[in-house]
């Protein structure tokens, strides 16, 4: 039978008119014909009708709880949906007990689904049903919301409590990959928590709201982990959308502005390449960093057009350094963008910059979230000549394999690194085996943060070939580095053409 609701309503009508234009039927007849007991066909179609009208009321009553249940389930998991978790919230809110809600969404399902295809991403979502399904066992409700998210809702005396360690053993669980037909794939999950009690009811739709603000929060703290709701998040998020909107009217009002700090060989201490760095002129303003402007615009997606606006004003300045080496910071947003290769060609080709003076600094973080997707693109982007850094090495979990798909041209090993090899024996360790590992793989090693003649000294010895830190130079504005290349260029001069000395006189 078809379930649809308008098939529910056409058909029994249809068959309710059959019956009825039936009974009529049969009236007519023993009228017509005046048979000796017409009583006796009126009772049988009567009790034909009737019948009928109870059979279809019957099956029209199973057919609307079947529709019931279709409205507040959801078709792939068999799982309650959002519809029914606002119930579920108003219902248990009216007992005196804790409410508590979690939100989950998972952290890679998407490139799964690009990446293999609609039916895998079915599949997976099926399997993390089933593992949420689990860890929620007989004492919380799970439902899907939609999409990858999923919720957990717990009522008890301290629901919140034990909600929250269900949600922790469903991370170490997610934490390994599972199995997705004949492939093994890590989604893990982000999770956001709040909860409602008796002396503070809050509404289902403001629970939900909630949960889903915790659960960006622990997305943007890295993922993987549970957060619950504090009252401090939704004001962020208000300071977040106003430095959007200043973002927005500063790059109209010409606000921004590229600072340069060179790189220094390890050895000769000269300048051989330059890294552009993002600065905001927020004139009377409370100053801001990029390390805090910069994730806002990757969040709204600003760092579009600004990372692209950084690239031109960059290589249009470098233009003038001689063949003095330029590194662009490139996010994560930038690379996931189809357009930023073409783009990329563009500058190039307008400003007539030499492909192999420019280097593309990319973060471990910009390239795990997408790894197919960043590969095809750094490809593209070397087919023009262009080199790839790994930046802040050492911060993340880059393994031996990640470096060897990526195949960098230049590891920067973070300043937290460099800075913990000159007191702590572990962290040198590390940071020696990291400099072996990159030179095996033929990539340049450079030390960034250096900031004593110490710390240059052991990274020098250490192997690293170039040396970027606040010993030798902070980040300047253009027409500084101007001088400074200037200064270089005629001591090189003056170093390849000594002043003839005249025998036994003063020098010309
Ligand atoms: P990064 O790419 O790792 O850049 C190096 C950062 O370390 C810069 O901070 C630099 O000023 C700082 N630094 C360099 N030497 C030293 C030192 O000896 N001691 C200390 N304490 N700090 C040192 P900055 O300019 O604040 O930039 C922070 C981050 O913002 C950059 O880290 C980069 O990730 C991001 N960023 C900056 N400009 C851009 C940009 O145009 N696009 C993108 N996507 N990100 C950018
Ligand atoms: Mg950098
Ligand atoms: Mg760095």
């Keep these: 039978m078809n379930l649809t609701p308008t098939g529910l309503v056409v058909m029994p009508l249809g068959v309710v008119s059959a019956a009825t234009a039936l009974f009529v039927m049969a009236v007519d007849a023993a009228e017509d014909i005046r048979i000796v007991a017409p009583g006796t066909l009126m009772i049988a179609a009567v009790l034909l009708y009737a019948a009928l009208l109870f059979y279809l009321g019957r099956s029209g009553i199973a057919n609307v709880r079947k529709l019931e249940a279709r409205a507040i389930t959801d078709p792939l998991t068999r799982l309650p949906n959002r519809h029914a978790l606002h119930e579920d919230i108003q219902l248990h809110s009216q007992a005196n007990d804790e409410v508590a809600l979690a939100i989950i969404d998972l952290d890679s399902f998407k490139q799964v689904n690009d990446h293999y295809g609609h039916a895998v991403g079915d599949q997976l979502i099926e399997t993390c049903a089933a593992m949420i399904r689990e860890a929620c066992g007989d004492e919380a409700l799970c439902y899907r919301l939609g999409g990858d998210e999923f919720a957990a809702m717990m009522t008890g005396k301290v629901a919140g409590t034990i909600l929250e360690g269900m949600c922790r053993t469903l991370l170490a669980r997610m934490a390994a990959p599972v199995a997705v037909g004949e492939r093994h794939v890590t989604v893990g999950a982000s999770i956001g928590l709040t909860r409602s009690t008796a002396e503070m009811r809050i509404p289902s739709s403001e629970m939900l709201r909630r949960a889903d603000v915790a659960m960006s929060m622990s997305k943007r703290g890295g993922k993987m982990r549970c957060t619950w709701f504090n009252e401090s998040f939704d004001r962020r998020r208000e300071r977040v959308r106003e430095i959007e909107d200043e973002i927005r009217s500063g790059i109209t009002a010409d606000e921004f502005t590229v600072a340069y700090q060179p790189l220094v060989d390890a050895e000769s201490s000269r300048i051989v390449a330059v890294e552009a760095l993002l600065r905001w002129d927020r004139g009377e303003r409370a100053p801001l960093g990029p390390n805090v402007f910069i994730p806002v615009a990757e969040d709204c997606g600003l760092i579009n057009p600004l990372g692209l606006w950084v690239l031109r004003r960059a290589v249009t300045d470098a233009m003038r350094w001689g063949d003095v080496a330029l590194s662009v910071n490139i996010s994560a947003a930038q690379l996931r963008n189809p357009e930023f290769p073409i783009k990329l060609g563009e500058v190039l080709e307008e400003t007539g910059f030499p492909a192999h003076r ?30 790839i850094a790994l930046d802040d090495f050492g911060t993340g979990y880059a393994s031996i394999g990640f470096l060897r798909r990526f195949r960098f041209e ?3 090993l973070d300043r937290s690194l460099v800075e913990l090899a000159g007191v702590d024996d572990a962290s040198r360790a590390m940071m020696l085996s990291s400099i072996a590992l990159a030179r095996a793989l033929n990539m340049g090693v450079t030390a960034e943060g250096v900031e004593t003649p110490e710390q240059a000294e052991l990274v020098r010895l250490a192997g690293c070939d170039q040396i970027q830190g606040w010993l030798y130079y902070r980040a300047m504005p253009a027409h500084e580095i101007d001088r400074l290349i200037a200064k270089q260029a005629s001591d090189d001069d003056a170093a390849a053409n000594p002043p003839v000395r005249r025998e036994g006189g003063n020098a010309a």
Excluded: H, N, Q
């Design 358 to 387: 420019l280097e593309l600094e990319v973060t471990e973080t910009c390239l795990v979230l997408d790894p197919v997707v960043a590969e095809r693109t750094l490809d593209v982007i070397r087919l023009f000549g262009v080199r």
């Design 410 to 412: 230049k590891l920067k």
